[in-house]
């Protein structure tokens, strides 16, 4: 490795008065130059291959050159996009559309009902309990006691049976991590066990709430710990997960009868998991469950019977059930078999099965027993999205919600006896949904896989090859691209554009071999697909190049990348949030050691050809003339390293001939997991809206 020294930091801050003052010109905007990063380059040799990183050094989140360094990349930011038009509106219209009161589906226990709640004018939603169907809302949680800087958001973690102790979770400024604290519900008053800041895997009381099983991630793999209450953390013992290595996560629960700990050991996050077991009433002995089998299993309880969807032998999802009394393979039975549709989600409520599909990327929902017997299904307003099902196995209520683009959320309650199903709570965002239309429709990737995409915009305006598109992707992890409620693109076809979401390969829309379609060796099947989506739009008279953005985030901010480096003529605008860029190093921080299933590692030889080919930070063309690109990230990104995102900028606004903007929204206080303020989401959005629409000439 050899050193080329770089500038004091003093120097940004002359660059940025500098740019305040000279102006480049692209077409008819201006904008200054971005601040001079110096390199300090890092030589790496991989499979016999020579890999210079100009920018390694912004890989330290900590050094005060990296500081000083985010400190003039904001200053440049903001003194550009504060000063573009249509700002105030954009707002405005965002804050309509956000501040709205705000309920989420209900987590029920013993008759007690869990939630979250936000008034329109609260920046954060607080923790709620209800006792009974139709009882008060009592407070429970208010993040504002925790922060007052409102940069903390809860969750709800678990519950005692009898539903007298909650555990819930705090997360600071967008971690991934939380800290867990114990509430007595009848009284108030915190338990004395509380645990650390961490991403727990498990999380889950013992029936006679005297102990807790845990398994936080840890630098050397995860293991499941037994806490006893009222002791010290200390003395916790780990009870399983020492055989596995650092790649693999391990999870527990306790089953809502409170007779098994169920153990999930995941080898990857895109890959196969195993399911162990441990009877609680008897010896402390774990048993195997699925080992030795090659797939993705995912459980529900319904009290000593686990049901498992699973991809074994039914690429599109079918679901077994194992009697834990009589676990034998030879005793496990086949009760919903796999269909043309795939299974999204299933739950277990009431006595009965209800299983998500996905038919043509829109949710349909049937209803089965415990033989897999066929009940009906539940009817929908529209084309949309559902929810899982929320319910116990031995209660009568179920809770689910429904949405879709252009119609905000609606939580309904379904009494699983009756079938009577009413609304618990509808979200009363100012959108007309009859001003837009939905549709979907078909088009043809590079190799003749048709694929599926949403549109939408205002009725009534002129489909004329002039609108602006904004095309947004994911295309991975077996995540869905399916319609639910967005302000963005609200207010993006409000104001005549055109929002396009396409189930790109990689997702789990149509089934595992969707997955396995863009994973690997075979990721370039996603970009592909993105590509001819954008085609598809221009070719048929929806918009053009120069009206053309396209955004994706964490999955979806490599997919923008490597497409903005394959196909730099593609579009005039780039939104890449919280992205994975780097991918020769990608697996080296935080979260990344558990996607190398997903995307494989530059380490094996065998691998590092096909990363290398697409990764975007190695890929940028120093020749051809790239649209405009705002990348978002913040310090608290504690999933994708926000490292990817100042790597990159730096690379692009020191590529010769640039004359495009290349900004970076930098969050100092925020990351990757949510949990924003919402005067801090419209800040940003805003920021990220108003760099849109200048860039698109709306």
């Known amino acids: 490795m050899f050193i080329i020294a770089r500038k004091s930091p003093h120097f940004y801050l002359a660059v940025i008065l500098f740019g305040l003052f000279a ?7 201006s904008f200054p130059p971005p601040p001079v990063t110096d390199t300090n380059i890092a030589v790496d040799t991989l499979h016999g291959v020579v890999i210079e990183d100009p920018y390694r050094w912004l890989e330290d989140i900590n050094s005060p050159e990296t500081r000083e360094w985010i400190k003039a990349q904001n200053e440049y930011t903001q003194s550009i996009v504060e000063s573009l038009p249509y ?44 006792d009974g169907l139709n009882g008060e809302d009592r407070l429970l949680v208010d993040p504002a006691v925790i922060d007052p800087d409102l940069l903390s958001s809860i969750s709800i ?57 845990y398994s936080p991630r840890e630098e050397d793999g995860s293991h499941i710990y037994y806490h006893k209450m009222g002791t010290d953390l200390t003395e916790d013992r780990a009870v399983f997960g020492e055989q596995f290595d650092p790649e693999s996560g ?87 078999p796999q269909a043309e549709s795939v299974i999204e989600e299933f739950s277990a409520a009431g006595g009965k099965i209800f299983v998500n599909y996905l038919e043509n990327v829109v949710s349909k929902v049937k209803i089965f027993d415990i033989n897999g017997k066929g009940l009906g299904e539940i009817s929908f307003p529209a084309l949309g999205s559902v ?13 689910f919600n429904f949405s879709s683009y252009h119609i905000p959320a609606t939580i309904y309650h379904l009494d699983i006896q009756t079938g009577e199903q009413t ?33 939408v915009y205002r009725k009534g305006i002129k489909l004329n090859g002039m609108n602006p598109t904004l095309l947004y992707g994911y295309g991975g992890f077996r995540a869905n691209a399916t319609p639910s409620l967005n302000y963005q693109a609200i207010v993006f076809a409000e104001n005549g554009g055109v929002y396009a979401e396409p189930a790109i390969r990689g997702g789990g829309e149509f089934g595992e071999e969707w997955h396995e379609a863009a994973m690997l060796d075979k990721k370039q099947n996603s970009f592909d697909d993105f590509i001819a989506a954008a085609e598809w739009l221009i070719n048929n008279g929806y918009t053009n190049r120069d009206k053309l953005a396209i955004k994706g985030g964490s999955n979806g901010g490599l997919l923008v990348g490597a497409v903005m480096n394959q196909r730099p003529d593609l579009c005039r605008v780039v939104i890449c949030t919280y992205p994975l860029l780097d991918m020769l190093r990608y697996d080296k921080f935080l979260m990344g050691k558990y996607w190398v299933s997903e995307y494989g590692t530059a380490d094996s030889s065998g691998q590092f050809d096909f990363i290398y080919k697409y990764s975007p ?25 926000p490292l990817h995102a100042r790597k990159m900028t730096a690379l692009l606004q020191a590529k010769k001939g ?41």
């Open 157 to 213: 973690v678990d519950f005692s049976n009898d539903g007298e102790i909650l555990a819930y979770g705090i997360r600071r400024g967008g971690k991934d991590e939380t800290s867990v604290k114990l509430l007595n519900v009848n009284t108030g008053a915190e338990l004395p066990d509380s645990f650390p800041e961490a991403v727990y895997f498990g999380f889950s009381m013992t029936a006679d709430e005297q102990g807790i099983f």
């Open 423 to 455: 609304v618990w709570f509808r979200r009363n965002n100012p959108v007309n949904s009859d001003n837009f239309e939905v549709k979907q429709v078909w088009y043809t990737s590079k190799d003749g896989t048709k694929i599926p995409m949403f549109l």
């Open 87 to 130: 700002r105030e509106e954009i707002s405005k219209r965002l804050a309509e559309l956000i501040k709205t009161d705000y309920v989420s589906t209900p987590h029920e226990k013993n008759n007690r009902f869990f939630m979250y709640k936000r008034a329109a004018d609260q920046d954060q939603y607080s923790l709620f309990m209800r």
């Open 658 to 698: 640039a004359e495009s903007p290349i900004l970076l929204l930098y969050d100092t206080k925020m990351g990757h997991s949510g949990g924003q303020p919402v005067s801090k989401w419209v800040k940003e959005s805003t920021d990220e809206d108003s760099f849109l629409y200048w860039q698109l000439g709306m």
């Open 617 to 641: 930070y190695h890929n940028v063309d120093e020749k051809s003339k790239y649209p405009s690109v705002m990348f978002i990230t913040g310090d608290s990104d504690t999933r994708v390293a």
């Open 23 to 29: 102006a480049v010109v692209y077409g008819e905007q």
């Open 250 to 336: 391990v999870g527990c629960q306790v089953s809502p009868n409170g007779k098994y700990l169920i153990i999930t050991v995941f080898h990857g996050s895109a890959g196969n998991n195993e399911y162990f077991y441990r009877d609680l009433t008897g010896s402390e002995e774990i048993k195997p469950l699925t080992q030795g089998i090659a797939a993705y299993f995912e459980d529900r309880m319904a009290d000593d019977i686990m049901l498992l969807k699973t991809n074994w032998e039914a690429p599109n999802g079918r679901i077994i059930a194992i009697d834990l009394r009589n676990p034998a393979r030879e005793n496990w039975r086949e009760i919903i």
């Open 387 to 399: 929810s899982s099902i929320y319910g116990n196995w031995e209660s009568n209520h179920a809770f």
